[in-house]
DNA sequence: GGTTGAACCTCTAGTAGCTTGAGGGTGTAA
DNA sequence: TTACACCCTCAAGCTACTAGAGGTTCAACC
């Protein structure tokens, strides 16, 4: 039987991480002490290393819940799970794209300062004059 | 004197979000109509071009009050721009590194699903075994 | 058995950067 | 004058946590 804490440690995640996932019922409501302190199985201890693995991979809570689902139905086909993995593919590239563009930009900015003032400033000058972007109009939230 | 909506239209920005960075002291109190109608003149559009090209960049809101400040003080040195923009693009080339990785993981998982039951499905089994994971434990909040 | 101290508990509020909604007022063209 | 698109404020909601206050429990040591 584990505590929040050494599950947490085993996992790589924060104690209030755990208890913010019981919350929102992403983790069950484990088991507890006569004191009222949480004790967890092996169960559990997979479930969150799944969770936080899936979070590394950038899915979101949402579709975290939705493969924890599938997971529990093996005799469902397994379309779904492929096209949220697919889903979160074309996003992840579709982000490095767009990171790329900026590396250049920024890239582009930093080499251009010639280290004077702020008044011949590449990096602010560059920032003032949209014209000069690559970059597209809709991306912020990246 | 363009009205909030036209402000918006013009720089890609949603009419709420002017207001909030209006709020949080990013843009200055505009003039108003005598019915208390916000209206905008040049200087706030190019004020506000830049918040929104700095933000497509992936700069934060901290940081671009930095450079509005720099902006506003031509004689300083520019070397604090040029600081933040370093910061920035190291940033983004950490950020870029890590998605690469991502990628790779989530195209492994993608092309090894054979199409059959949740059961032996590769994407959730890859999300099951964390062995064979790429990536490091510290990234999540990509 | 008593005492310490780390780890646990709940609850509330805060973070970034907006977005959405309710409920109402304004500006302009026909 | 009437229609209606646009504007106003204020409050709450979003994701995915994180931090803190104030109090309780567990396990080890003496």
Not at 65 to 85: G, M, T
Not at 93 to 111: F, K, S
Not at 124 to 139: A, G, I, K, N
Request: aromatic share 4%; glycine share 8%; net charge negative.
């Amino acid at each position: 039987m584990l505590t929040i804490g050494s599950l947490a440690r085993k996992t790589g995640t924060k104690v209030q991480t755990i208890r913010y996932y019981e919350q929102i019922g992403l983790m069950p409501e484990p088991g507890r002490t006569e004191g009222g302190q949480r004790r967890y199985g092996d169960d559990e201890l997979d479930r969150l290393a799944f969770i936080r693995h899936a979070r590394q991979l950038g899915f979101s809570l949402e579709a975290i819940r939705e493969l924890l689902d599938l997971s529990d139905h093996p005799h469902r086909p397994c379309l779904e799970a492929d096209a949220i993995a697919r889903r979160q593919l074309k996003q992840v590239e579709q982000r490095l794209a767009r990171l790329e563009a900026l590396r250049i930009e920024l890239q582009r900015m930093v080499h251009e300062c010639s280290g004077g003032q702020t008044a011949d400033c590449r990096v602010l000058e560059v920032l003032r004059d949209h014209s000069e972007c690559l970059t597209d109009h809709d991306e912020i939230g990246a």
